[in-house]
């Protein structure tokens, strides 16, 4: 089946009627690709899936939202978008307002952006804005802006960027054939994400589309985790720069997921994080960025605390569990050198090249 993009996809479920002119990059309808032996090393009654987001177009799960905020922001008759963003959604947005000929500005915390996303915005052509702070100071200087001006927010605030982003949760469902997965795992930065994957979710299940709903698995990163400490962080660190988030603007209603799904929301240190980033690039042979990798780094945390030995599938003999990985490891180079082992250097001469792969004295033999 050909991919059209997600609103035609999940249309009936979308805030567009016949005659909205959609704004598509093709979006959506990302593999979910099983990860048993992962599974296996992390619980034996794990069965893990990955939602690989960062095949969507522009890398990045926020290409969901942006398909819908874009086709809403030119309906509604607005000529500019304006977002902050640490990094994947002022790609998303600079895309896609390219495509539907509206200008872009975008607002980053200085120094804080991996080098893809940072690319991406500005070969779009957005208006590329670094603020000497971070990601909390740009939405609310965005906020105040898209006030007092014409201008549409396409941050996740935004309610079409929720509506596109839960289509992730349809998907999961259609895969398995109208079963949810015992448990969803993801990342969390601003926490649109984890809201819109509970509110599609609830959705499918009440248009009768799903049998049951999944517990919510939310994660931050230790050094940005005001949700799990219970309040603001005023300067988050983490390696993890896309979840670098101290006072997430959806902070309620990633509670909400949490309290009605009976799930947990808590933090990995960055070294966690780092080490569930190379194992699943290692042993799976997919690459996230570090962010991503953060709902690995969850999973490994909670069952080593014995989180999963009392729970029962939902069907069948094994816990089902879906990662969502939001973006691309490509997004983020810079990381993956200097977490995997450096490359060496050798003359041009079989020998030298043999004594790296520790095959010199098999060839003399
Ligand atoms: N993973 C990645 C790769 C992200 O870029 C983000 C957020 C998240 C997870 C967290 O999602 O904010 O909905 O809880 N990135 C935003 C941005 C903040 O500006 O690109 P969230």
């Not at 975008?106 to 804080?112: A, D, N, T």
């Not at 448990?183 to 979710?201: C, E, L, S």
């Not at 660190?237 to 949490?258: C, E, H, M, V, Y």
């Not at 200097?338 to 250097?345: Q, R």
């Amino acid at each position: 089946m050909h991919n059209n993009g997600l609103i035609e996809r999940y249309r009936k479920f979308l805030p567009v009627s016949e005659s909205t002119s959609i704004i598509t990059l093709h979006e959506g309808s990302t593999p979910l690709i099983p990860a048993y032996k992962l599974g296996a090393a992390i619980h034996k009654k794990l069965e893990i899936w990955l939602k690989y987001e960062g095949l969507n177009p522009t890398g990045s799960f926020k290409d969901r939202g942006m398909t819908m905020a874009i086709t809403k922001a030119v309906e509604e008759g607005y000529k500019a978008v304006m977002c902050a963003s640490t990094g994947n959604t002022s790609a998303s947005a600079a895309a896609y307002a390219a495509r539907a000929g509206l200008r872009c500005a975008v607002l980053i915390p200085e120094g804080k952006i991996a080098l893809g996303k940072l690319s991406q915005a500005m070969i779009h052509g957005a208006t590329v804005v670094q603020i000497k702070g971070n990601f909390d100071e740009a939405l609310a200087l965005v906020r105040q802006i898209c006030e007092e001006h014409p201008i549409a927010l396409v941050n996740s605030i935004n309610p079409y960027r929720i509506e596109g982003q839960k289509t992730g949760a349809f998907e999961i469902i259609d895969d398995f054939d109208g079963i949810a997965p015992d448990f969803q795992a993801m990342p969390v930065g601003n926490a649109g994400n984890i809201t819109a994957y509970w509110k599609g979710y609830r959705e499918y299940r009440e248009a009768g589309k799903a049998e049951n709903r999944p517990r919510m698995l939310g994660f931050q990163a230790a050094g940005a985790a005001p949700i799990v400490l219970g309040h603001p962080i005023d300067s988050p660190q983490t390696f993890a720069t896309a979840i670098r988030i101290g006072n997430p603007a959806s902070w309620k209603t990633a509670d909400l997921a949490r309290e009605e799904s009976g799930g947990v929301i808590g933090m990995v240190t960055d070294h966690q994080i780092r080490d569930a980033y190379r194992l699943l690039a290692a042993t799976e042979g997919v690459f996230c960025e570090p962010a991503s990798a953060a709902s690995i780094a969850g999973v490994i945390k909670l069952a080593e605390a014995g989180y999963f030995e009392k729970m029962k599938p939902f069907k069948g003999n094994f816990l089902r569990l879906v990662c969502i990985l939001t973006g691309h490891g490509l997004k983020d180079p810079d990381s993956a050198i200097a977490a995997a082992e450096k490359p060496v250097t050798v003359e041009p001469k079989e020998e030298a090249i043999l004594e790296v792969l520790g095959l010199l004295e098999t060839a003399m033999a």
